[in-house]
């Protein structure tokens, strides 16, 4: 699915299907660093064939969206209402992984009244990234994709056992992270890194909002969620054992359902 | 700056792809011989049949035994994953129809396999998909073939028989710049020696039969998609890019991203053309693959040392390896392939045809037979068995004389191989 806006295209995945309820609940799903939507393909369909209106946004300047990127958390939510503004979308539940999570939690903040509820994947309330990956990010070439891949998948998977027959995923990941264009990695790692305001806008957030964390995740660890449990009064928290920070990859099937029973809260 | 922690090669060919079972604790990959799997559900059922989640259904289309060896090619060459087919030549087949429809044009290396000539020159063509073969050696020749409707660039790592060495990443260049992948035949060299993809390469295709199972008694291919190549913006690849009425309309690039081209083949083609592995020789050659790097070592240096042997005797007018000095294609060799060029080779013998003849029939260690890859030595005349489809054009062109013989070395004693072979020589002089 795409549409216009201010003279640049952008891109959703919609799971292969938009049902035609005018009730049905719509459910925007954010990436995270230097992805797009295709991340959440194992979940997409599922949901879309379940009456959900799935918009698996590609952000600016990433996978089918026009750039440029965005420079900062803040804006990247803006530009998600702007969007949701422009698909005629009033009520939505927004999910989002990593840096995803903080753009849904940002954009739940700044437009309370459009969101019935939140969905964090591998969520911190600050997530700051080493310098040297950025710097690495900066460089271009293979050595950031393949930290981030290293870091985000659990031990399980860097052996493998993916659930879809005959995918590798730490290669796909790596991959996915390469084919972004040049540049769009180190600049939402910055986004990452400088964002301060999660704890800010989860206090400012009234609707539910569910956090689904992997017991290996070493970029968001369960410990680091403890501060953002402590301000989101709505805040509740699922925690996956022997699963790392990308959680849709390695646990597939049931972030689908959990994503399934959030959608239909709206 | 620290570095990526991953497992080396040699672990993930013990390990890639499989976890031992909570319920068993089964170390060995289990054999699942089975057709069909339970559904959770009428629910469960649906879901699996439309790709709305992971799962297996029937073994046409995947099987547990099977995943492990497709995630383990795929974590071996570097890909986003893998299809395993019941042959090399199914694996052939079953992306080149994924990627093309009838009207579609290959550029082909015209040194290669000759089932892959076969099936470019005479059964593609009833299809309506034509291939031009150009010399390996000629990037130019590559270019100049390219047309509006080309949709795809072939080649082999190393030729067959020739043992030319692909200049991948000159030859990706070229294919790159007319918005057309480049498949690689990466069977000699296996993803031990090379990785095709660091080199450009866009799809990587092996017969698992060779070097990877080793063992010469299961029969098996495998396509890797490196998922690098953008299908959308070639815009030449509507299966991939366009919604498929097969499967209710689903649009594989949109929904999969860098894994649009393995899902579509196992959608469709597993689905439709059905030609699958089974877990039996899934398993046998994940056995093979578990000794993979220690093969292959041995293997390229018995190579070595047989064709410099050869390079030496009276009785043989030229070898073809790339790691004799005066090779071709010896210093590109060195740069991509620095582990050793594979261990197939290929020599004229004085004498010609008949002298040929003589030889193979005076080997006694050396088996005679159609196969490559082998841990034991092999040994075979081409223009009369593997590539004999080929009209005498097309063998001079591929560098295939009538007294060409084919050798895959095995891992053999070398010094037995190489008696074996110098008695062969002399009885093949003696008339």
């Not at chain 1, 070439?141 to 659930?163: I, N, R, Y």
């Not at chain 2, 295709?205 to 998922?227: P, R, Y």
Request: glycine fraction near 10%.
């Amino acid at each position: 699915m795409q549409l216009e806006m201010n003279g640049k295209h952008v891109h959703w995945a919609t799971g292969g299907m938009v049902s035609e309820d005018p009730d049905a609940p719509v459910l925007v799903l954010v990436h995270g660093a230097g992805m797009d939507g295709t991340i959440w393909q194992l979940q997409s369909r599922y949901l879309a064939h379940r009456g959900v209106k799935v918009m698996a946004l590609d952000l600016p300047g990433h996978g089918a969206s026009d750039g440029p990127v965005l420079e900062n958390i803040s804006d990247m939510a803006d530009w998600v209402i702007a969007v949701l503004a422009a698909a005629d979308v009033e009520r939505a539940v927004i999910a989002g992984h990593s840096m995803g999570a903080l753009i849904a939690l940002q954009t739940a903040a700044s437009a309370p009244a459009l969101f019935t509820a939140v969905g964090l994947l591998g969520c911190a309330a600050e997530m700051p990234v080493h310098p040297d990956l950025i710097k690495a990010a900066e460089a271009g070439g293979a050595l950031a994709p393949e930290l981030v891949v290293d870091w985000g998948f659990g031990a399980p998977s860097h052996k493998g056992g993916h659930p879809q027959p005959g995918l590798w995923a730490m290669g796909a990941g790596v991959r996915l992270l390469m084919n972004a264009d040049p540049g769009v990695l180190a600049r939402d790692l910055v986004a990452c890194d400088v964002y301060k305001d999660a704890l800010t806008a989860l206090a400012q957030i009234t609707v539910p909002v569910h956090l689904i964390s992997g017991d290996q995740d070493k970029m968001t660890p369960v410990k680091a969620a403890v501060p953002m449990l402590q301000a989101g009064a709505a805040l509740t928290q699922t925690v996956l054992p022997k699963t790392g920070h990308m959680i849709m990859v390695e646990r597939p099937r049931e972030v689908a359902k959990m994503l399934l029973d959030l959608a239909r809260t709206a | 700056m620290v570095a990526p922690k991953f497992y080396n090669f040699d672990t993930l060919s013990l390990h890639a792809g499989h976890t031992p079972d909570a319920e068993t604790g089964s170390r060995a990959v289990p054999i699942y011989q089975t057709t069909s799997y339970m559904f959770e559900s009428t629910d469960h059922a649906a879901s699996l049949y439309n790709l709305e989640q992971p799962g297996h259904i029937y073994s046409r289309l995947s099987n547990p035994t099977v995943a492990v060896l497709e995630e383990r090619m795929a974590a071996l060459e570097g890909g986003v994953g893998a299809v395993a087919t019941a042959s090399g030549m199914a694996a052939i087949f079953l992306a080149i129809a994924t990627l093309m429809d009838k009207g579609g044009h290959i550029v082909s290396s015209g040194s290669v396999y000759g089932g892959t000539h076969n099936l470019f020159s005479y059964t593609l063509p009833r299809f309506g998909i034509e291939t031009t073969f150009v010399n390996p050696r000629d990037p130019d020749g590559f270019k100049a073939a390219i047309r509006p409707e080309t949709r795809l660039v072939f080649g082999e790592t190393l030729g067959n028989p020739g043992i030319e060495v692909m200049n991948l990443p000159v030859i990706a260049e070229i294919a790159h710049e007319a918005g057309v992948p480049l498949m690689i035949d990466s069977t000699f060299t296996t993803p031990y020696l090379m990785n095709p993809f660091k080199f450009g390469a866009d799809i990587v295709m092996h017969s698992l039969t060779k070097f990877c199972g080793g063992h010469g008694i299961a029969i098996a291919g495998c396509i890797v998609d490196s998922g690098a190549f953008d299908w959308e913006a070639s815009g030449k690849f509507p299966t991939l890019t366009e919604p498929y009425d097969g499967y209710a309309g689903i649009d594989f690039a949109e929904e999969f991203g860098p894994q649009a081209l393995c899902m579509r083949m196992r959608a469709e083609g597993m689905k439709d053309f059905g030609a699958c592995l089974s877990p039996m020789n899934a398993f046998h050659i994940l056995q093979g693959l578990e000794t993979l790097p220690l093969r292959m070592t041995r293997h390229v240096e018995n190579a070595i040392k047989v064709a410099a042997f050869l390079d030496a005797a009276d009785e043989v007018e030229s070898v073809n390896h790339p790691s004799i000095p005066s090779h071709p294609d010896h210093a590109l060799a060195q740069q991509l392939i620095p582990k050793g060029a594979g261990a197939i080779l290929s020599f004229r013998i004085k004498g010609g045809r008949e002298a040929g003849r003589r030889f193979i029939e005076r080997v006694e260690l050396a088996s005679h037979l159609a196969n490559v890859g082998d841990a034991k030595t092999l040994v075979i005349h081409p223009g009369s068995t593997t590539h004999q489809q080929m009209s005498a054009e097309a063998l001079e062109a591929a560098g295939i004389g009538e007294n060409l013989i084919r050798v895959s070395v095995g891992i053999e004693d070398a010094g037995d191989i190489i008696a074996d072979f110098k008695t062969a020589l002399r009885a093949s002089q003696r008339g």
